[in-house]
């Protein structure tokens, strides 16, 4: 089981980004994905979740508006579009699968960095 994320970096307030999740090694679809972030000394964060056919998505209040999270299940893959970062959404980003057979299943990435600084 593997979930890789990719799309992290440095980028001016204001900016965008693009984080990737790929999965592999689970059935994909059974599963429900979430973003989380979480900064030094801090607890991690819920961001972002969807359904497992992708049909309803929920946001954390600090975001709503400015990400979006979108899921390609012919890819395996999760998305975090995210416009209008702002200096407070610098953090590791955390993509998470949750689900499976029984609904116990859970599983994290190992995070990618996102930066906001001018």
């Known amino acids: 089981v593997q979930l890789t994320e990719s799309g992290g970096g440095l980028v001016q307030p204001g900016g965008s980004l693009r984080l990737s999740c790929a999965a592999s090694?689970?059935?994909?679809?059974?599963?429900?994905l979430r973003w989380y972030r979480q900064t030094l000394g801090n607890e991690r964060e819920w961001v972002a979740g969807?359904?497992?056919?992708?049909?309803?998505?929920n946001y954390a209040d600090s975001v709503k508006g400015r990400f979006t999270i979108s899921r390609d299940n012919a890819k395996n893959t999760v998305y975090l579009q995210m416009n209008s970062l702002k200096a407070e959404d610098t953090a590791v980003y955390y993509c998470?699968?949750?689900?499976?057979?029984?609904?116990?299943?859970?599983?994290w990435g190992q995070g990618t960095q996102v930066t906001v600084s001018s």
């Open positions: 998470n699968a949750r689900g499976g057979i029984s609904g116990d299943n859970d599983y």
């Open positions: 090694g689970f059935t994909f679809r059974w599963y429900s």
């Open positions: 969807i359904s497992r056919v992708g049909g309803t998505t």
